[in-house]
């Protein structure tokens, strides 16, 4: 079965919606993980005075881990998915914080322009048919300077990492999706990390984006070896520097 794409891949997850907050709160330091990304930022004064993309936001746990981290900044979070968006809008949150209906694609066209200090996706990338559009798109979003934090499924590359991922998706993941009846959803979406980059190919990646001073950072916990943060400054010379 080919990965969901587009239009196909937001239906999927309006589908799967009503259940995916309560799939999520299994998952043992999702949330933590969240906001140890957002601290990678490194966006001084608790966000004061800064404006911050929260792309492909889901139902909005990204938006609460910036939220909480970053409680002075303002934040516009989007996502392709109308019912994961009704979710994350649904909830309570201070007016500094804004919802738009759009996907990575399309942002110019639904009005969500640019400077952002920074842009913050979590788990978007291996979602999207072509990655390196969208990091050009953030890329032109951010001001000079601005940064951008990626938290994403993304493997080592070692075997070992592949194992575990493999056996927590066909032991946990597939079979409560399957029972909330996205059981299609739920194998795209182990598959997906499976044939999406190593988190070293997608941090040269970013590199090539335009981004420098990259740095590709585990969590920690189970996920470690699983899930990344990528983080890079904008620049606008190619092939910066990387730390």
């Known amino acids: 079965m080919p990965l969901l ?5 937001a239906t999927a997850f309006d589908r799967a919606s009503r259940t995916y907050d309560r799939l999520v709160a299994f998952n043992p330091g999702y949330h933590a993980h969240l906001r ?6 490194g966006l001084p004064d608790r966000g004061a005075g800064r404006r911050v993309l929260d792309l492909g936001c889901g139902t909005g746990a990204s938006t609460a881990a910036l939220a909480a981290v970053l409680p002075e900044a303002e934040i516009v979070a989007v996502d392709a998915s109308a019912g994961m968006l009704e979710r994350a809008a649904a909830k ?9 209906h759009t996907s990575a694609e399309r942002l110019a066209e639904e009005g969500v322009e640019g400077p952002f200090d920074a842009v913050l996706a979590a788990y978007l990338f291996r979602n999207v048919a072509d990655p390196d559009r969208i990091l050009e798109a953030v890329h032109e979003l951010l001001a000079p300077g601005g940064r951008l934090a990626v938290h994403e499924y993304t493997l080592s590359g070692r075997p070992a990492h592949r ?18 009846g996205d059981g299609r ?9 499976v044939e999406f980059d190593t988190a070293r190919a997608f941090g040269d990646r970013v590199r090539r984006a335009g981004f420098g001073q990259v740095r590709v950072l585990p969590v920690p916990g189970w996920q470690t070896g699983i899930v990344y943060t990528v983080v890079g400054l ?10």
């Open 163 to 180: 194992t575990v991922w493999n056996a927590v998706c066909r032991g946990v993941v597939l079979p409560a999706g399957t029972a909330a």
């Open 92 to 100: 309570s949150w201070p007016p500094r914080v804004t919802f738009r």
């Open 185 to 193: 959803l739920y194998r795209h979406l182990w598959r997906s990390v």
């Open 36 to 41: 140890r990304s957002v601290r990678r930022l």
């Open 234 to 243: 904008r620049q606008d010379t190619p092939n910066g520097g990387a730390v």
């Open 5 to 9: 794409r587009d239009a196909e891949l």
